[in-house]
């Protein structure tokens, strides 16, 4: 992870979890888990059965892939690039998964020219599963793979979750080197109708490492399914007529046809994740925005006709990774350090994050969500776009002008997120958690204190609200009784560190008297060096020349350790009292 963040390539997790009614539905490495979204607690598996596929792992490298063994690195692959394996899909019954997704690995073509590609382990074969939700996960229909009553997909590959409308589902596979929408009865998996979009030229799926890992769903609009297929073609079908309305054919990129095919040194993992993430097209007004996984580049066609709304531009033009969504007009690309809107109708960027937004080193860890947060600066609130970091922070972005609004220390790695009722749920590479919204949590804890009120992660969530609302002096007094309790508690250490920093930030002469137990806490080069940096200034603020000197050469050694704090600027440093309102 450490390698892949220095370099600003950290991809998002595969996995995307979704709640449908009072179930959490995610992935693990090697099953699909619902979980009682009240008590937390694991109701359902699938499969419910051991599987081969003994992987769970708490260690993850990410460039790992084809040199590790198996279990590692099929533990790899479906963390960090794996989409099909990752996507859940439900209509409100049953949720939908694919099954029998092999590894991808490194094969021999021409052992006289040294070509190689890839392929899966197995088979180009997967199969579709549905699950009941209201039985605790149990199998209602499988097809493709080895299933003998449905030998009319016997050999189909399906690229990626299906999307439900209505009673049906809608499914893009590949057979017999075609790509296909197919068009299933939700309640029994039975076929009622296939449209083939276009034979593939690039090569099969299972030789085909780019299309494999990041996968094909539809996208539908006023009676229209946009596919774009991650073979060159972008194709809309008209669902009552079971018809091409229009199709775009798009040029692959050297890039990507170079990670399919090399030659001695076969696979790189890494290049397979030099893309756009995610390809599912996203429809605004009368405009469809694709971000194709082979071309590096993002579109603009209008939704009747297929033409382009404007000229398209590269991925590396913006320095992105996934198109997060429109609003108000501006579609909202992410990258790895930066988030940016582009104008719907022009293609031209009108805000961007600033410089310093972000810690030295830090970098954005997942997919991000759309909310409300309160403008520090007007006291109103205005529309945000949140985002995880490396840093376990989750940061409050403006879509007006790209702003830091806020951000939010958490105890956890951050992942994916989603908002529901108020909370943030986040699935890190081998963590899911929940973060509570202030409304939400306020209420939970003044209970719970009242019961126990030596109930330390009550104490912890106490000094979190108290900060939130700007009284960090209490929330320091509710630490500090956290820490005599449980003193080896990280999370208690930590937003300890944060505060005092903070408190120190703001005004350095009332707070001194921190300065001996903030110098016992602190444990990491990045916090010993922000309270040098404060130390310093207080001296020269207090025109002592010899102390501000003295303090930078610590600094100076310091650094000579860390190489790595040395891009830190004053710029970069982390408003740490100020944290998001996740309500």
């Not at 774009?228 to 091409?244: E, F, K, M, Q």
């Not at 605004?284 to 009747?304: H, K, Y």
């Amino acid at each position: 992870v450490e390698s892949m963040t220095s370099m600003g390539e950290l991809p998002p997790p595969s996995w995307l979890p979704i709640r449908v009614g009072n179930h959490l539905v995610m992935r693990t490495t090697e099953r699909l888990v619902g979980v009682d979204f009240v008590t937390g607690k694991r109701v359902w598996e699938y499969p419910w059965f051991k599987t081969n596929d003994t992987i769970e792992s708490s260690e993850v490298e990410l460039n790992a892939m084809p040199d590790e063994d198996a279990g590692q690195s099929l533990l790899n692959q479906r963390v960090w690039n794996d989409l099909p394996y990752g996507r859940i899909s439900s209509d409100g019954v049953r949720v939908y998964v694919l099954g029998d997704l092999a590894q991808v690995e490194v094969a021999t073509l021409s052992p006289l020219m040294g070509l190689q590609g890839t392929r899966p382990a197995q088979t180009g074969a997967n199969s579709l599963v549905a699950l009941d939700l209201s039985t605790e996960g149990k199998l209602v229909w499988q097809i493709g793979g080895d299933q003998p009553e449905t030998e009319n997909l016997s050999g189909a590959f399906f690229l990626g979750a299906p999307l439900p409308v209505d009673d049906a589902l809608y499914v893009l596979a590949e057979m017999s080197g075609d790509i296909l929408l197919i068009c299933l009865d939700a309640a029994t998996g039975a076929e009622r109708w296939r449209q083939q979009l276009l034979a593939v030229e690039s090569g099969s799926i299972d030789l085909d490492p780019v299309r494999r890992v990041a996968g094909a769903s539809a996208t539908y609009q006023n009676g229209m399914l946009i596919c774009s297929t991650g073979a060159g073609a972008i194709v809309a079908v008209d669902v009552d007529d079971r018809a091409l309305v229009w199709g775009v054919s798009v040029e692959r990129n050297d890039a990507i046809n170079q990670s399919g095919m090399g030659r001695r040194e076969g696979l790189i993992p890494g290049q397979l994740m030099k893309r756009w993430w995610d390809s599912t097209p996203m429809v605004s007004g009368t405009t469809v925005f694709v971000t194709p996984i082979e071309t590096d580049r993002l579109f603009a066609f209008d939704l009747l006709t297929g033409e382009k709304r404007w000229k398209e531009f590269a991925r590396a033009q913006m320095g992105s990774r996934y198109m997060a969504g429109i609003h108000n007009g501006s579609i909202v690309l992410v990258g790895g350090d930066n988030v940016r809107g582009v104008d719907a109708k022009t293609g031209k960027t009108t805000w961007k994050t600033r410089g310093g937004w972000l810690d030295s080193g830090e970098q954005l860890s997942g997919l991000g969500m759309f909310g409300m947060m309160t403008n520090p600066a007007t006291s109103e609130p205005e529309p945000a776009y949140f985002v995880p970091t490396t840093s376990s922070r989750i940061i409050a972005v403006s879509l007006n002008d790209g702003s830091a609004l806020a951000h939010r220390e958490t105890a956890f790695p951050t992942g994916n997120l989603i908002a529901v009722d108020g909370q943030i749920i986040s699935q890190a590479a081998t963590l899911l958690s929940v973060a509570y919204g202030q409304v939400s949590l306020e209420p939970k804890v003044a209970a719970a204190l009242e019961l126990n009120p030596e109930n330390v992660e009550m104490m912890i969530r106490k000094a979190q609200l108290l900060m939130e609302q700007q009284r960090r002096g209490e929330a320091l007094k509710w630490l500090d009784k956290a820490r005599q309790r449980d003193s080896d508690n990280f999370e208690v250490q930590k937003l300890s560190i944060n505060a005092m920093l903070g408190a120190l930030r703001e005004d350095f002469a009332s707070n001194a008297n921190l300065l001996g137990e903030l110098d016992k806490l602190i444990d990491q080069p990045a916090d010993r060096a922000e309270l040098i940096k404060l130390q310093i200034r207080a001296a020269i603020d207090r025109n002592q020349p010899v102390e501000a000197v003295n303090r930078l050469i610590d600094l100076s050694a310091l650094v000579a350790l860390e190489p790595s704090l040395s891009s830190q600027s004053s710029a970069s440093e982390s408003e740490s009292s100020r944290y998001v309102s996740l309500d």
